[in-house]
């Protein structure tokens, strides 16, 4: 491709809408442009990219016998009101654009495709002799984010990879998991790719096992921890670790005390001598359910240790069967709006009793308690003790009516010790997701009633799983793990173009003559190759191709004469003088290296 | 591929949802299936066949020099705003899928690109030095259809190749618009398909000229009229001919005679024996405008002829600068509810007098008038006396005001003479829309404000064309045309697989070998081969291979002991035996030359 006909467009300054360095370059670069907000047109160099990742994605999972389909953008509300999704994802968190089509039909933009994908298997695979399989499409789909931000990174459409397999068992499932987690592997590290595998949080896609694949990068939005052997890495959202133990309370009598103005943590150990170890903060929140159910709940926690609002709300879901849609602590306002008393706000303690909730007009009148993992075995702790202004102090579960409901609801750290290993420490880097694998079981063709005929000639449910990779986001990952300080620096097997012949002056007969005796060289040799033969100035060429990454240049200057080029490669900014037939030589081995 | 992964599932039984043969067939081969009305899921044959017709497309497409891009879905009502066309594709004709996001933005979803497409340029292409350029994208379109069928047909999500190119002047645009003519061709020959080329109406997307690419099929819902000699060709909707001359009025005086009950052209003629091409029918109709504008139009024309509603409604578009959004006749009804005297239908001359209007509660107040150009020469023409149950006959237009705007809004009809030739007569045949080229001119860059920097320096809008293949339709249209009571018979350039091995009895170990080695050779030879392994009947295996429709068949039966198979070809149900060895040297010869 000559460059005069790609309609390159490059911006020497940075658009203010950019905020972290690779949504900048691609906007510099010409890659992409604004449509409206979080909406972006992949222009002809970017759609190269996509297109390289695509076939990419398209060889390992042919590879492993998946099936490419294509399924609907557009999805019937009834298909996810059966399924029991339709409200959280639009009324709910309203994460669906939804509408209404000309007979007022309600209907839904695709973030997804369990529900139709689920359907139609139930309806096409008849008998266990066609499992398992396993369908995949490349698609955009749609997100209407609160806060569309940082480029493709969190667009509100975007194009993804998702596959969706059927099993007749739990076991076959496992394996194609593990077939999948080696394609992806073997995909990102195709792609040029730093990543990591990390345990993870399963959203609401749901299901009983997830795994994210992280391309490290500090501009990620995911933090990761990261044992030292490497053999545990988690999602934040998701990591457990090995607390600190307690420091040894000495209070072995049980009494009240006062505490004024002793409302954090912070107050009453500075005031009182405690440590934070010793003490039992409660924490009250409101989860609003699916079906508008708005139940109170009252969670205790050891008093240095951090709530994980995501172990909270996914313990909720499990332990009501109902999908939480917002969760948040509740405030003295809302207390007053409930018609409620204020509570001990301070001085809650776990005993807090339900009574406090007999006047609530909308909510449920008793709390659902659960106590972290971190408080279970503590004695002699202090706690609130339900009045203002005062605690207790020596106290133990028996003496405040028995442990709630015990779950990991803490936050794990880094710096902290590993569960496998208590000599293994947990170190954080971020993370930029871009890819996300699920064991679903059963849930959706359970309530999508999804069934084939097993050995046994009985009808049941398919146990399933699904694996997605943003190919748009990870095309922006890319550039935000590999640029510097002059623009990206495209991995080889993704980048637009693999190499540019940059001719200095064009208006030079033995310049001109050489470029295009190489262009048509390279071209003839399959190379994906640009020849730069604008009427510019030297340096804006350079700088030009630069920015747009092109791993490979070979420059063509005043030593054509004697057929000598430059061959400089961006990744490692090192530049050699050799005869053109030998850059040529030496280039196409390079580059059939680093594609095997 | 073994058809044992395959997931195939094909239908004894017709399903009651489809009306046309390649429907029920796509449904029953199980290449697609409805998710909703006008909605379809692509399984993976058929989305073998849609990528091997996007190939085609890409290669056809990058020859020219266009470039690949992909914009997005969605789009901001803004910039429909802006261009004009958001009333019309969304409140109009409701054509256009239309919701808010979650900060109640107006957003559409794209059934075309030109708004899109025209900002980016404009913001992108500084200098007629970057022209010209073509950009395309291959992707899922939207329209909510008011009857949405035919599958693939008529749906509402589909996919479309569309491009737009970018041109500093007219002759520039033309040559690209013929570049475009000629990859059509190409592409359409490729695909195995016969195709003709027809001027077409350029509808809502607008522009000077337009032509169609139709496959030829009895389904098809668009009349195609073709000369004789080939040299002329179009939808009926734009065409023209030659009109029969008009039987000699002998009535030279000008009268009024009362006609009692006779109201139609039919009635009028047996009872006074007139010729129909001596009458002047009138026609009168409202037209819908943009920005709410009812407009009462009278239309004259010969008694012997059809009004063309599209040609009409082009010419109103044109002769007002607005867009028509919807156009009917005037009913008894309607006129009671605008608070007007009735008509005298029946006997309406082409001077019926705007007082009719005067009172009107929200019509224009005059009638825009238009005359066929069969009624311009008409010599004592017989006509309404604008009094019920009198008509006017020996009349000229002297005598009623003068000829109203004399345009082309006749329907030519097959068996009529041709424009550029006499001797040349219009033939029907019926035709399935797949491709559409557009000369756009400056229409939207103009509205847009998209501009570049010309020559002397100057800013100057875009010179604009448009072109569109339907993809999805595309593949529907190669099995309306290509099929038979047997099932699909697909072209091979675009089939799933270009051949199927069957194995009549896979538990004999022979054929199962033979099978096994022949599967291997194919692969090895780059053929897309798929293996009937399946423990089914022989005569199962090949119903299904003809449904499915895969150009060639090698059988491997009882003579596998001596190495004999039997080659089949789908198209001309020809079976020849031969060693196997043979066979696939045959086979591979046949494909080459059929992809060559």
């Known amino acids: 491709m000559r460059v005069s006909n790609l309609m390159l467009t490059t911006l020497r300054n940075v658009p203010a809408e950019a905020e972290i360095t690779s949504h900048k370059l691609l906007l510099r670069g010409g890659f992409i442009r604004r449509v409206t907000s979080g909406i972006y047109a992949y222009m002809p160099m970017m759609w190269k990219v996509l297109e390289k990742i695509t076939k ?89 984010e609160i806060r569309p931000r940082f480029g493709l990174m969190r667009s509100r459409e975007f194009i993804m990879k998702d596959a969706y397999s059927f099993h007749q068992n739990k076991s076959d499932l496992k394996l194609t998991y593990k077939e999948m987690d080696d394609a992806y592997r073997k995909i990102f590290r195709r792609c040029g790719l730093e990543t990591v595998a990390v345990d993870a949080d399963s959203g609401a896609i749901g299901g009983s096992a997830s795994q994210e694949f992280m391309v490290t990068a500090e501009a990620g939005e995911d933090m990761i921890l990261i044992s030292s052997d490497g053999l545990y890495s988690a999602n934040q959202e998701k990591a457990v670790s090995r607390y600190s133990d307690p420091i040894i309370s000495g209070f072995n009598k049980a009494e009240v005390i006062t505490t004024p103005n002793q409302n954090s943590i912070e107050e009453l150990c500075r005031t009182q001598s405690f440590d934070p170890s010793q003490i039992i903060k409660v924490i009250v ?31 909720i879901s499990k332990h009501l069967d109902k999908l939480v849609i917002d969760i948040f602590p509740i405030t003295e306002e809302q207390l007053s709006i409930e018609g409620l008393d204020q509570l001990p706000f301070g001085s809650i303690a776990p005993d807090l009793e339900n009574t406090f909730l007999s006047n609530a007009k ?95 000639g009985n009808q049941e449910p398919f146990w399933m799983g699904c694996y997605g990779i943003g190919v748009s986001r990870l095309a922006q990952a890319a550039v935000e793990q590999n640029n510097d300080e002059n623009g990206i620096i495209w991995p080889l097997t993704i980048a637009p173009y693999e190499v540019i012949i940059t001719v200095a002056n064009i208006e030079d007969i033995n310049q001109k003559a050489l470029g295009e005796k190489l262009y048509k060289q390279l071209k003839k040799e399959k190379v994906d190759v640009l020849f730069d033969d604008r009427k510019e100035r030297a340096g804006v060429k350079f700088k030009d191709a630069d920015l747009i990454g092109i791993p490979w240049r070979i420059v063509v200057g005043r030593d054509s004469v004697s057929e000598e080029v430059e061959l400089f ?26 594609k095997s």
């Open 285 to 315: 929140m409101l989860a609003i359910l699916e079906e508008g159910i708005k139940q109170p709940i009252l969670v205790s926690i050891r008093g240095d240790q951090e709530l994980n609002i995501v172990k909270l709300t996914n313990s």
């Open 362 to 456: 909308s909510w449920e009148k008793e709390f659902l308690r659960f106590a972290d993992l971190t408080v279970s075995e503590l004695k002699n702790f202090v706690c609130g003790a339900n009045k203002k202004d005062h605690h207790r102090i020596g106290m133990n579960w028996d003496l405040i009516g028995g442990l709630p409901k015990e779950i990991d609801i803490r936050k794990a750290n880094p710096g902290e010790r590993c569960i496998h290993d208590e000599k293994q420490i947990l170190n954080e880097c971020r993370g930029i997701e871009v890819g996300h694998i699920f064991q679903l079981g059963c849930k959706y063709s359970k309530s999508l009633n999804a069934t084939f005929t097993n050995q046994e």
């Open 56 to 144: 990419i994605v398209q060889e390992e999972m042919n590879a492993k016998g998946c099936l490419q389909t294509l399924l609907p953008q557009i999805h019937p509300a009834d298909l996810w009101k059966e399924s029991g999704r339709w409200e959280g994802y639009t009324a709910g968190e309203g994460i669906m654009f939804n509408l209404k089509d000309r007979q007022e039909k309600e209907l839904g933009l695709a973030p997804t495709h369990e529900e139709v994908i689920t359907k139609i298997a139930g309806e096409s695979i008849n008998s266990y002799k066609q499992l398992p399989v396993n369908l995949y499409q490349i698609q955009t789909k749609f997100r209407d």
């Open 569 to 594: 490669e961006r990744c490692t900014n090192s530049i050699k003088s050799l005869k053109a037939e030998k850059a040529l030589q030496e280039l196409i081995k390079e580059i059939n290296l680093k």
